[in-house]
């Protein structure tokens, strides 16, 4: 109930096309989404977050896609680009909580 | 921009000794918290803390584990008998809102 499922584990895609990594979950209680990219050696950074109240949210090349009667999540990277090569991570939490519940990661590489 | 900063970037230490991770939070944050990513899995949440006290822990935060803001800069995370098992990266986190959480470079622990 508590856990955040990420698929694939892996992504591997030509500069220019659109990356989609998924994320499902399944307790209902959960009502923040966020987005984390994280490069080798560095700390996990926010990317972009979502409340179920919205079902899209765009912040430039990347949109979360969000359907709550599914209890899905996606993130969707257009135009990619090499340096967007990372491990992204969904996420989630409940309300009165400061815990991320985090999905497994997805490695993504962008080839040129 | 302001960041999560985190010392020492590496900590090698023998199994049962002590070890202290350090972290400076941004400065103007409420809201902090401790995660671990054991190599190539995702990143576990450990325990946060507000106002002088832990508001959240984790199972994996047992008593072998504790977090002190000995002033009104620093935070840090204390293990008392380290063991092979917590080899790990741990990243501080900070927020000024519950969930928007900002993570340091992470602090890579070895344990020999």
């Known amino acids: 109930q508590q856990q955040v499922k990420q698929s694939p584990q892996s992504l591997i895609v030509q500069k220019g096309g659109i990356s989609i990594i998924n994320c499902a979950y399944e307790?209902?209680?959960?009502?923040?989404f966020p987005w984390y990219q994280q490069f080798p050696g560095k700390g996990p950074a926010l990317l972009i977050a979502i409340r179920p109240d919205v079902s899209e949210k765009k912040e430039g090349r990347f949109t979360i896609s969000f359907n709550k009667s599914a209890k899905q999540f996606s993130l969707h990277i257009m135009d990619s680009q090499p340096g967007d090569s990372a491990t992204y991570f969904c996420a989630a939490s409940k309300p009165n909580t400061d815990k991320l519940i985090f999905g497994t990661g997805t490695r993504l590489q962008v080839f040129p | 921009e302001p960041e999560v900063t985190q010392t020492p970037s590496h900590q090698v230490t023998q199994m049962g000794q002590e070890v202290i991770l350090r972290c400076v939070p941004i400065s103007n944050h409420l809201y902090f918290y401790w995660y671990r990513q054991i190599l190539g899995q995702k990143v576990e949440f450990l325990v946060s803390f507000y106002n002088n006290e832990i508001s959240e822990k984790s199972e994996i935060f047992d008593d072998q584990f504790s977090v002190e803001r000995p002033d009104g800069s620093n935070f840090t995370l204390k293990i008392r008998s380290t063991k092979l098992e917590d080899s790990a990266m741990y990243f501080c986190?900070?927020?000024?809102?519950?969930?928007?959480?900002?993570f340091g470079q992470g602090t890579r622990l070895t344990v020999v």
């Open positions: 307790n209902t209680a959960f009502d923040y």
């Open positions: 986190a900070s927020s000024d809102l519950r969930e928007r959480a900002f």
